[in-house]
């Protein structure tokens, strides 16, 4: 025969392990559902921040090409306005 007693211990135990499943576990398996969506959300920006930066290292390759460039020409300008203002003092000192 059945004992309403040892009935109303299973029927509690079981209670009590749904109750603790619902209360603890169920929460905790929203913030890690939370967590990945987190995650996942902060690798999105790292791929996104990784290719920026390599675009970025690419732009400043291109300037520092067009900054040389312009290195060379300010160089050529210089040696010229040398040049011209040694040619203009002869000059001066021609007509002296």
């Not at 603790?20 to 959300?41: D, G, H, R, W």
């Amino acid at each position: 025969m059945i004992d309403i007693m040892q009935v109303g211990a299973i029927a509690g135990a079981i209670l009590t392990i749904l109750g603790l499943a619902k209360f603890v576990v169920a929460p905790f398996q929203s913030s890690i559902k939370k967590n990945n969506s987190t995650m996942e959300s902060l690798q999105e920006m790292i791929r996104t921040l990784a290719f920026d930066l390599k675009d970025s290292q690419r732009d400043r390759v291109d300037i520092h090409k067009i900054l040389d460039k312009h290195e060379d020409r300010i160089g050529k300008v210089e040696d010229n306005t040398i040049i011209n203002s040694e040619r203009i003092t002869t000059l001066f000192n021609r007509g002296k």
